[in-house]
């Protein structure tokens, strides 16, 4: 069956096009930074927003139409595989993701719920023996039924915790069979309310137990995906044990975790910390701890996680910066775990929304290849911190100095010049290079 009847496969076209559907600017065969745009953004299409979420809000009842809304249960989630792998198909997007329960229903027991999964695992994996579309990575959702109430891994009580251990093994199976490339965790509920009921050091020292467990499963079974922490500060706990990358890092470090995990980090959940999506994506870098990114953004004017399909060219540009930066993402990808906005029902919306979030990126990765390229930022860094290239500086640097020596130069020491941070000027520079490189591409 065909679900999306009126949409044609989506080609580039150029920034000169009046085809809503089509690319402007992502190109997947173009040249940049010596590899393909395809390989190097490795866009995937998420499965709970695109194909299961229906529009509803606290406020009101769902919205979006779509041809499978007729269907029930199992016959649903297999409508919903022919149409995701149609959508990927003229998405031509190399990547997908899912929580386990987007693609299959809970049953009334565990074991039956893994025949569902079995049943749709198995569709799927017939699919992909066509398709170019892979799977990024999966996870199972532990926070929506009502037995998370209290948690998973951090839940107080341990039939809940066995429970989910049960949960990501089958995770982790599926990955193997799919040949998944990173398997994620996000502790929806792996946080508190109140400090008044919780036994913080034994939730987090289970939570630590459970990450090993899994570590040892994934070992066991040959599976060599990445392992990823998706950090996020609240919503739906008021407090969340992975806060951020930092508080992410300093955990597993904590528990001897840091080898075996990296971190997929969400833009709109880098702004609940009250980070940039930049700053998120800096701290995992210079710790060789970036492993992939839900590539999103949020609405400055609303205080919740409001999952907006990326278009700010500043916000993209300054994340592949980063990501370039690492050398790129290795195993991960740009995961759009965004959704179209709820009056946007109709199912061409959901094209729309990857073709801008795709084009935003595209110019983002152009405009950061040539920042590093021309070393625009690199050279002010440099100068700025020259200083510590030579005499005290470098002695600091090298471990030579000591308060005694450093007082002593202090003391020689007569006013102190410091130079401008020049950050307008840079920020002009930012516009500089995005404005040439829109118009540059725009004259082709």
Not at 30 to 57: C, P
Not at 124 to 140: E, F, G, Q, R, V
Not at 300 to 319: C, N, Q, R, V
Not at 351 to 360: N, R
Request: proline letters at 2%; charged letters at 25%.
């Amino acid at each position: 069956m065909t679900y999306f009847t009126n949409i044609n496969k989506i080609k580039f076209e150029g920034p000169k096009s009046k085809n809503a559907l089509s690319f402007k600017y992502y190109d997947p065969q173009r040249i940049v930074n010596g590899q393909k745009m395809e390989d190097l953004l490795r866009f995937s299409v998420a499965y709970w927003h695109t194909f299961t979420a229906d529009g509803s809000d606290p406020f009101g009842a769902s919205t979006m139409v779509r041809p499978w809304n007729h269907l029930q249960g199992m016959d649903l989630a297999k409508a919903r595989v022919e149409a995701a792998f149609e959508l990927f198909e003229k998405l031509d997007v190399p990547f997908f993701c899912f929580h386990d329960v987007d693609v299959a229903p809970e049953g009334s027991t565990l074991r039956e719920t893994y025949q569902n999964i079995d049943t749709i695992v198995s569709m799927i994996k017939d699919y992909m023996k066509t398709s170019k579309t892979k799977l990024l990575w999966n996870t199972a959702n532990m926070f929506t039924n009502p037995r998370y109430v209290h948690g998973a891994a951090t839940s107080n009580n341990a039939d809940v915790f066995a429970y989910s251990a049960a949960k990501v093994k089958k995770g982790l199976d599926v990955a193997k069979e799919l040949g998944a490339e990173n398997y994620v965790f996000w502790g929806g509920r792996e946080g508190y309310e109140t400090l008044l009921n919780t036994d913080m050091k034994l939730e987090q020292d289970n939570l630590a137990l459970f990450f090993h467990m899994a570590v040892d499963y994934a070992k066991e079974i040959g599976f060599n995906g990445q392992f990823l922490i998706e950090p996020k500060p609240k919503e739906p706990t008021k407090h969340q044990y992975d806060f951020d990358v930092a508080t992410g890092l300093a955990f597993l470090q904590k528990y001897h975790l840091e080898k075996y995990f990296k971190f997929n980090i969400e833009a709109n959940h880098a702004t609940l910390a009250g980070h940039t999506f930049e700053h998120e994506l800096r701290v995992a870098r210079i710790n060789g701890m970036l492993g992939s990114v839900d590539a999103n953004q949020g609405d400055k004017l609303i205080g919740w996680d409001t999952d907006e399909f990326p278009t700010d060219l500043y916000s993209t540009t300054l994340a592949m910066y980063e990501i370039l930066k690492n050398g790129g993402l290795g195993k991960g990808g740009l995961n759009f775990d965004a959704k179209v906005r709820r009056a946007s029902f109709d199912v061409e919306d959901l094209f729309h929304a990857h073709i801008a979030g795709m084009d935003s990126f595209a110019i983002g990765l152009m405009v950061a290849d040539k920042l590093i390229e021309d070393r625009v930022f690199d050279n002010f860094i440099d100068d700025r911190y020259k200083s510590y290239t030579s005499g005290i500086g470098k002695d600091i640097i090298e471990g030579k100095a000591n308060f005694h020596s450093l007082e002593a130069y202090a003391l020689t020491l007569g006013e102190i010049q410091n130079k401008s941070g020049r950050e307008e000027r840079l920020k002009g520079l930012l516009n500089q290079y995005l404005l040439e490189t829109i118009s540059e591409l725009a004259t082709v």
